[in-house]
Structure formats: C-alpha cells, structure tokens
C-alpha cells in the first residue's frame, strides 16, 4: 500500500503523524500527546471536518484529554487520539480502513487504537487486520464495546453529583436533560429512567429521539432548546465545546454531568459554571469507564468484565473527592481534575510497571 506519512510539530506534544492514502481515499491524523505512564491509547474518531486544522485542533484536545483521563484513572496507558476526515454519511471503504491500521501498526505499539464517534466497532475490527494495536474489539478475548462502561460510569456519576448538590441517594423526582442518545446517551438514559429520573432528550437523529420518548416517557425538545430547558441536571452525551460563552448562560441546570469529550471550549468555561453555581463534573473523568474496561483487556491475566466494573465503580467516590476539593480550594472542579493529573504525571503514580498483552489472536 502506498501511504504516505508527514511528521507534524507542535509544542507539548510527542508526536503527530498525518496520513495519506489517496488510492484508498485514507486523510488521518495521529496524535500523541504524552506516552510517560505507558503506550498512547485513545479512540479513532471519523468526521467530516471542514478543514484540515479543524481536524488537527480537535486530534490535539482529544490526545491531551486522554492524557489527563488516563492520569486520573491510573491506567497506565498514556494519551493519544486519532482522527479519520471522513463523511460519516458514507460508509467507509475497506482500503481506507486496512490503510489506516497499516498506519497504526507502523507507530510499533505507541499508539493503541480503539472505537470514537464515527467508528463502530465492525471498522474497528477491519482496522484490526492490519495491527494488532487496538483494544474493544468484538472478539471473544477482547473487551467488546465499551459504551456500556462509559455509560455504567456516568450513571455513578450522575448519582455522585446529585449525592453533592441534594444529599440524595437516588434520582427520583429529578428532572435530567440528555443531549445525545447515541451510544452512550441512550444507555445512559436507560439507567437514568430506572433510577427514578423524569427525562428531556434531544439529538438530530429523530428516530432516537422517539425511541426515548416512547421507552422512557421522555419530553422530546429540538437541539437548540436543550440548553434552556428547566431541569436539574444537564448531561451532554453528544459532541465537544458545548459548554461556551454562548450557552452556560443559557442553562437553568443545577448540575453537568455528561459523557461527552472535551465539553468546555475553554478551561475559562469552567470558572463560568462556578460562577453561576452550577456543578460541572469534569468530562475526562465521569466518561472514563469505557477506558478503564479496555485497559483490563491489556492484563497478562486476560480481559474480565468483573474486574472492569469494580474498577468504573472508582468514578462515584473520586468525583465527590474532586467536589470537596474545589470546595475547600474554592476552584473550579475541571481545574481540580486538571491538577488531580498532573499530580500522578509528576509523581508518576498510576505508571505501568508491565507490559501490554493482545489476547485476540
Ligand atoms: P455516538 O456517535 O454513538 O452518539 C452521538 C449522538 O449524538 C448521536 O446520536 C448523534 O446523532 C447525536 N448528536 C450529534 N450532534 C448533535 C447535536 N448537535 N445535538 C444533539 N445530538 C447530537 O457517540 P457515542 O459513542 O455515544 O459518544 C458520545 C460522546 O461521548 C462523544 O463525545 C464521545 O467522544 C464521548 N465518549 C464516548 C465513549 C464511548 O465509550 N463510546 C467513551 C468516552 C467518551
């Protein structure tokens, strides 16, 4: 296969990799942001960026938010992301996925893939014909899809951040607003219906959303109005940078607490939440079930989904830990969070001590 790799420089960051296939119409970005606790490990997102910096912008925040996820959740995997510009409208050809897993194996186990928005599983396991770097793969030895992880780890979330702000054990009577009701939204919402929550739900795809309100009673409102609406808690389970100058005033939420990467646009946006009196609940660590389950897959011992779960269980108490922490420094919790990974980065806590196994040979 003819791909063609240009090194790209940028300031904070190990390494940064485009490629290109054009035969198999492959334009991929490689990011990694910080291998010091263990190989890079992050999602493979497909989307049709309108231009080649907006693709390296969004590779960049997502590579360093995988660091600081994978700090926090001391997996001993270091932070990496890969984007595909791709018109997810389309499927994707079987070239560009092989090329693309060419490319992966060629970074010699830096990097090791998985699934993101844009990329099902059934890609993941074309790209896996080419490298055996890749981790949530629908293999009997692997750890399959972890959107049920993530989504189990921001069930615990929502239940820590309301135990925070009401002192309640269950939601019952809460009204909870769910942006998105893909693959971790809609579980998510699941959960949430069977805990007591009353719903509001959006997404573009309307058949989604008439799927939530006919299993759940859910009220149904367009994308633009999710931010308005009158509830408890907002849970963005969609895409990034939803939480801007434009919307946090718009919000009549005492709490956010979503699955979605990289939900502040900016650091910045974190004070303004405070400053409203609404609980943020730092995204890289209320989504990082779904990291901690691939992660068990990388034991010697092989994959155990009883062991991935108790480790999601950590999310409930290491949130509360991050709130009475930004109470009692009176900073806002995604620069607790921040702090949080910085500390173990330093201090190399949560390093890996062995090395990864692949089991699904
Ligand atoms: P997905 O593609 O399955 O779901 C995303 C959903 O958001 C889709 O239903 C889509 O129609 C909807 N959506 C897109 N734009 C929207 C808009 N403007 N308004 C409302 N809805 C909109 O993806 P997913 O796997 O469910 O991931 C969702 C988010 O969670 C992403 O930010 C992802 O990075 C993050 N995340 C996912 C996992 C995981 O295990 N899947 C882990 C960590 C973080």
Redesign the pocket.
Known sequence: MNLRYNEIKVDGYERIVEVIHEEAGLHAIIALHNTSHGPALG?I?AYPYATFDDALNDVLR?AKGMTY?SAVAETGTGGGKSVIIWDTAKPKPKELLLAFGEAVNSLAGQYIC?????M?ISDLAVIRKGTHYAV?LPHPNSSG???????FGGFLGVKATAKKIWGVDSLKGLTVAV?????????LADQLFWDGAKLIV????KE?VAKAVQMYGATAVS?DE?YGVECDLFV?????G?LNPDTIPMLKCKGVA??????LLTEADGQALMDRGILYSP?FVI?????F?VCVELYKEGYSPLVARDHVMRIYDLLLTIYTLSDERKQPTNIVANDLADYNLERKIGKRESEVTFHHF
């Open positions: 999602g997102r997502l996820k998985a699934e993101d928005v844009g099902p949530g899809d972890p959107s049920r992880f993530t989504a942006q998105g009701l893909g693959a971790v939204g809609m579980r959006t997404d573009v795809n989604a994308p999710i963005p389970c969609a895409l990034g939803i979503g699955l979605a990467n990289n939900q995204d989504n990082s079930g779904g990291l389950n």
